[in-house]
Nanobody, 124 residues
Framework: QVQLVESGGGLVQAGGSLRLSCVAS????????MAWFRQAPGKEREFVAS????????VYADSVKGHFTISRDNAKNTVYLQTNSLKPEDTALYYC?????????????????WGQGTQVTVSS
């Protein structure tokens, strides 16, 4: 069983940046494809970004492409989401997710593990 703990959320002005972190328990972090999802008030949870097990490949939602960067440090059991040029529409609860897979695609996939989420609020 893997536990995921997110941190780094907060209140930021439009145009600002936040670095979200997700720390996983255990010694098999490198076997998991990791991703970030988010859920804004009144909306369904949506995919944000995904990263391969070794961190060599990434996939981004069109809405965050060029502004967000996902990365991982397997030695620290941590995946990051660098959020730049934040906009009010980026306001959401951001969730870390993990799946035991070799594919970075999340189409039709359910994560094996979810974190509790970290809140990102962007003011105008």
């Amino acid at each position: 069983q893997v536990q995921l703990v997110e941190s780094g959320g907060g209140l930021v002005q439009a145009g600002g940046s936040l670095r979200l972190s997700c720390v996983a328990s255990g010694r098999t972090f490198f076997t998991y494809v990791m991703a970030w999802f988010r859920q804004a008030p009144g909306k369904e949870r949506e995919f944000v970004a995904s990263i391969s097990r070794g961190g060599r490949s990434t996939v981004y939602a069109d809405s965050v492409k060029g502004h967000f960067t996902i990365s991982r440090d397997n030695a620290k059991n941590t995946v990051y989401l660098q959020t730049n040029s934040l906009k009010p529409e980026d306001t959401a609860l951001y969730y870390c997710a993990a799946k035991y897979s070799s594919s970075i695609s999340w189409s039709g996939d359910r994560p094996d593990y979810w974190g509790q989420g970290t809140q990102v609020t962007v003011s105008s």
